[in-house]
């Protein structure tokens, strides 16, 4: 028997799910709530707390406790662990880790008696991470635009975005430049925990590295110009890059104490969002992926190769082979949880019953959640946005008008990627029936939910089982993505929609102003 395990490093918390490639089977699954299993790390929703709303770092410690963690569950829960022969990983996108010259020293020496995050400790020149959730580097981005100019969105797949690693290494090199001198390794959350587990230095996927505004999408290969323009002497200290998904290195002596094999191969680490594209088994024709976690994105395997014409979307690589489309809303399942608990709601409500005694286009009453400073569109100033008045109406209405203006802002903002007649829903939220139809009637396409809701870390066990077992990911997806729940579109309600879609738009255009 053949086992791959899979480890999604998320926002919130640490996943992780063992599979039986061959017999297509999950064997058994794990996880680690950052806030309420670690709470001595003060990050509940994975974020330290600034006074500085636009500010999101975390602790990289955090991460590392939560490994250990994880794994010594699967053992306790009695996990075959000696039995799993490959290791793959995601982490959430964009995050940055900086690292001193100590780093290789320490991976190497790793002692099992302790435990990673207090041997790690001495190896950080910088003690926070900034995550995808930080919007503080707009000087930055302005910075690398007027340098680089359009050809920043025409090389790298993206233009300079606040969250993604360049801009922050630039902010960081402008802000703590003698930190920034110490640094010599600036690893994303994926490549730094694949490094972690292997006792080396690990390279970085295409998925996760096309998110830094740094890789040149053409050659797959850090951009000198660009790498200059964003911080002295970058390249040496940016990770290697592996133009597909490969065996990073056999799993560090550390990891015997969990009970697995010595050595085992553990392949590069991706982004969350391309590892949940494989395990939705959304690398096939026609297809999207609708992802409603921390963040709510869309996304889809892309051919041809194109960007978006707003600015607001991405291009990563695809482990499965080619390119995928991203776009990305801040605001998502942290915000639909703030409007049910303001509202006294149960989630059932959420589910289902809000959308039963409230009709398709609420009466054109929306409210867009901005909380948080939004990424599509730009938006830095926070509040929710509505055309009624929102603390007084009804919670059912409440509901509505916040699920509608998510999903219409989502179609506009997707549009560029294409149509499709199936979208794939995952993530927490899409255990809602009420969300899954809106989703159905906006976009007018079937909609489809398959059995993991873990389909980050269900993503990295495939692609394990892909690099490492030989096994094709068409086959591996017809063992573990068949669709359970189907939505079709309701005529009438498509109609709705359509007919509302302008006045939405108008609303959303001076929401933004
Ligand atoms: C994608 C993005 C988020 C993170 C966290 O660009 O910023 O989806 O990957 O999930």
Redesign the pocket.
């Known amino acids: 028997m053949s086992l791959c395990l899979g480890l999604d490093s998320?926002?919130q918390g640490l996943k992780a799910v063992i599979i039986d490639p061959e017999e297509g089977r999950i064997v058994c699954a794990q996880s680690v709530h950052f806030g309420s299993d670690l709470p001595a790390y003060l990050c509940p929703d994975g974020v330290l707390d600034h006074p500085d709303p636009l500010v999101k770092h975390s602790n990289p410690l955090l991460w590392l406790e939560a490994l250990d963690l994880v794994l010594q569950r699967l053992q306790k829960a009695g996990a075959p662990l000696s039995q799993v022969n490959c290791i793959g990983g995601d982490a959430?996108?964009?995050g940055s880790v900086y690292l001193n010259d100590k780093f290789p020293g320490i991976l190497a020496g790793l002692n099992p008696v302790s435990n990673l995050a207090v041997q790690l400790t001495p190896a950080f020149s910088r003690k926070t991470s900034p995550i995808?959730m930080d919007s503080s580097t707009g000087e930055d981005c302005a910075a690398l635009t007027t340098a680089i100019g359009s050809r920043l969105q025409a090389l790298t797949g993206s233009p300079a975005i606040e969250?993604f690693a360049g801009p922050q290494i630039r902010k960081f090199a402008r802000t703590e430049p003698e930190a920034y001198h110490e640094t010599a390794r600036i690893h994303l959350v994926s490549s730094f925990l694949c490094s972690v587990l292997i006792g080396e230095d690990a390279p970085l996927d295409t998925g996760d590295g096309a998110?830094m505004n740094l890789l040149d999408l053409g050659t797959l290969e850090w951009n000198k110009e660009i790498a200059e323009a964003t911080a002295p002497d970058l390249l040496p200290k940016l990770p290697k890059v592996v133009k597909k998904p490969e065996i990073a290195g056999g799993l560090s002596p550390y990891f015997a104490k969990y009970g697995f094999s010595p050595g085992i191969p553990v392949v590069t680490w991706t982004?969350?969002?391309p590892a949940s594209l494989v395990g939705m088994g959304a690398f096939q024709k026609d297809m999207a992926v609708v992802?409603l976690?921390?963040?709510d994105?869309f996304f889809a395997a892309m051919d041809p190769y194109r960007v978006d014409p707003a600015g607001f979307g991405?291009v990563f690589g695809l482990p499965s082979g080619g390119f995928m489309s991203?776009i990305?809303f801040?605001n998502g399942s942290l915000a639909r949880d703030r409007v049910r608990t303001e509202a006294s709601l149960s989630w059932a409500a959420f589910g289902q019953d809000a959308f039963n005694s409230t009709v398709p286009g609420n009466d054109g009453r929306w409210a867009l959640p901005w909380f948080e400073a939004e990424?599509t569109p730009l938006i830095t100033k926070t509040g929710i946005r509505a055309n009624f008045d929102f603390s007084a109406a009804a919670p059912e209405v409440r509901i509505r008008a916040i699920v509608e203006a998510q999903v219409m802002s989502m179609r506009a903002h997707s549009l560029w990627i294409g149509d499709f007649k199936i979208l794939r829903v995952t993530g927490g939220a899409s255990q809602s029936a009420g969300i899954l139809q809106t989703l159905a009637n906006v976009f007018n396409t079937t909609v489809e939910t398959i059995s993991t809701s873990n389909a980050a870390a269900l993503g990295a066990a495939m692609i394990a089982a892909n690099v490492v077992v030989g096994i094709s990911y068409q086959s591996l997806a017809t063992s573990f993505c068949p669709a359970t729940q189907i939505f079709q579109p309701i005529t009438l309600s498509v109609q709705a929609y359509a007919e509302c879609l302008p006045a939405f738009l108008d609303f959303k255009k001076a929401a933004e102003q």
């Open positions: 998320s926002t959430q996108q964009h995808w969250r998110g982004g969350d969002n992802s976690g921390t963040s994105t991405h991203l990305c801040k990424i």
